[in-house]
């Protein structure tokens, strides 16, 4: 099937990604910073298929440079990237250094390897403050945070070098991924964790914090922010077929990625106590800054164009999700 090198695959969705290309017979080159992915994620999916994983950073050209010279891959995704908003607002410098410059370096290498496929994780960050719901790919793209901006950049980079120099590129723009693995072999590690489902969980396990809920006078069936959760298995099916499409020839293209469907934060809350069993403690916070009222996407192009389809629900996502959790904390109180 081929060499894939998947930048970022110690992450969150990297590792996922990872597991359904060795699924499908891929080999796997890893390249990660390790700055918020983890050895221990990249040791288990060694497990799972032929793994290679170099330690690099994309803003020193000369590693990503030297990954090419060393493994001849066929397609690159590319995941690694600083990714939260709060931060990115805070420290644009550390997002605009690593997600744009260190993006122009992973396609320089590839442009001198010859390597002319790439899967990209955008967002729907690039929209900025909704003009209209479910957003399709047709809506402007005006981001509202430097996060959003270096994946828009991106996106525009990737179309421009398409142009020049032939290079084809699947832009994902994924809503609000959930979930674990299945079969409980990843699932989701930040340090810190500012995600609504992993923080409610987490506040379930002794020690936790309160759950913090941020808003609760927002224009919406219930006060609280509406996001479209989609699942991260879902998700990496999606790159596969992406793969797929850029293998057959397809063009530079782009897809949201998401369910169609919207859930506010006490629904999710709710849905977390019916999977726990317990009832959760809760805090009512003001705003978080920089949250939309409602972001749902419409995945119309991803279903025609990919033949993709978001299968499993927001209740299993939070069940796999439950059942990482309690690996996690586990695994931390044994290290
Ligand atoms: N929330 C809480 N308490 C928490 C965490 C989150 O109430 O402890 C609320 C947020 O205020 C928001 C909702 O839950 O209303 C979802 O928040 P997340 O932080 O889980 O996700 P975001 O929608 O802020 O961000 C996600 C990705 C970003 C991406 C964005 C695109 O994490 O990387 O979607 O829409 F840019």
Not at 120 to 126: M, R
Not at 250 to 265: A, I, R, S
Not at 279 to 301: F, H, Q, W, Y
Request: net charge negative; hydrophobic share 35%.
């Amino acid at each position: 099937m081929g060499k894939i090198l998947v930048t970022g695959g110690a992450g969150y969705i990297g590792s996922h990604c990872v597991l359904a290309l060795l699924e499908n017979g891929y080999e796997v080159v890893i390249f990660d910073n390790l700055s918020t992915g983890h050895i221990e994620t990249v040791e288990k999916l060694k497990k799972y298929g032929h793994v290679d994983f170099v330690k690099g950073d994309l803003q020193n050209l000369s590693d990503i440079k030297s990954l090419f010279n060393l493994y001849k891959t066929d397609a690159v995704i590319h995941f690694a990237a600083f990714s939260q908003v709060g931060e990115s607002v805070k420290n644009p410098q550390k997002y605009y250094m690593n997600n744009v410059c260190g993006t122009l370096n992973l396609l320089s290498a590839m442009l001198e390897a010859g390597v002319k496929k790439i899967v990209f994780s955008s967002t729907a960050a690039t929209y900025g403050e909704p003009e209209y719901i479910p957003i399709d790919e047709k809506h402007p793209q005006n981001p509202i945070n430097p996060y959003g901006q270096t994946k828009l950049m991106i996106e525009k980079i990737m179309d421009d070098y398409d142009k020049a120099y032939g290079l084809k590129s699947v832009r994902l723009r994924y809503f609000n991924v959930a979930g674990a693995d299945s079969q409980g072999r990843v699932g989701e590690w930040h340090e810190p964790e500012t995600h609504l489902i992993p923080n409610i969980l987490k506040s379930t396990f002794s020690g936790g914090q309160t759950f913090k809920m941020f808003g609760t006078d927002y224009d919406t069936k219930d006060g609280t922010c509406v996001r479209d959760y989609i699942n991260v298995e879902d998700l990496a099916q999606a790159h596969l077929l992406a793969l797929d499409y850029l293998n057959k020839g397809g063009e530079t293209n782009y897809f949201n990625l998401g369910t169609n469907d919207g859930n506010t934060v006490k629904e999710v809350f709710s849905a977390c106590e019916k999977v726990t069993g317990q009832n959760i403690p809760v805090d009512i916070c003001p705003r978080r800054e920089g949250d939309p009222a409602s972001l749902v996407a419409d995945n119309t192009k991803a279903k025609s164009v990919l033949g993709w389809k978001a299968q499993n629900s927001l209740e299993y996502s939070i069940e796999k999700a439950y059942v990482w959790e309690k690996t996690l904390q586990k695994e931390l109180i044994n290290a």
